[in-house]
Nanobody, 124 residues
């Protein structure tokens, strides 16, 4: 069983930056692909970005490409999401999730473990 705890959310003005962290415990962190999803009020949870277990590959949603950067530190059991040039449409609860083998990275139902989420609010 893997426990995930996100932190780093908050309120920021448009154009600003935030860095989210997701700390994992209770499992073999380095064996999981780690993704970030987000959910805005009244909308479905959507894929943001994923990093493979080794950190060798990353995949971004088009809406965040060039602005967000995912990284992981397997020694610290932590994954990070650096968010720059934030826009009001980035406002959402951000969730990190751990995915074992099998299934597409892009679909939430393929992820095995989820954090509780952290709120990101971008004001215009």
């Amino acid at each position: 069983q893997v426990q995930l705890v996100e932190s780093g959310g908050g309120l920021v003005q448009a154009g600003g930056s935030l860095r989210l962290s997701c700390a994992a415990s209770g499992g073999t962190f380095s064996s999981y692909g780690m993704g970030w999803f987000r959910q805005a009020p009244g909308k479905e949870r959507e894929f943001v970005v994923v990093i493979t277990w080794s950190g060798g590959s990353t995949y971004y949603a088009d809406s965040v490409k060039g602005r967000f950067t995912i990284s992981r530190d397997n020694a610290k059991n932590t994954v990070y999401l650096q968010m720059n040039s934030l826009k009001p449409e980035d406002t959402a609860v951000y969730y990190c999730a751990a995915k074992g083998s099998g299934g597409s990275y892009y679909y939430a139902f393929n992820y095995d473990y989820w954090g509780q989420g952290t709120q990101v609010t971008v004001s215009s």
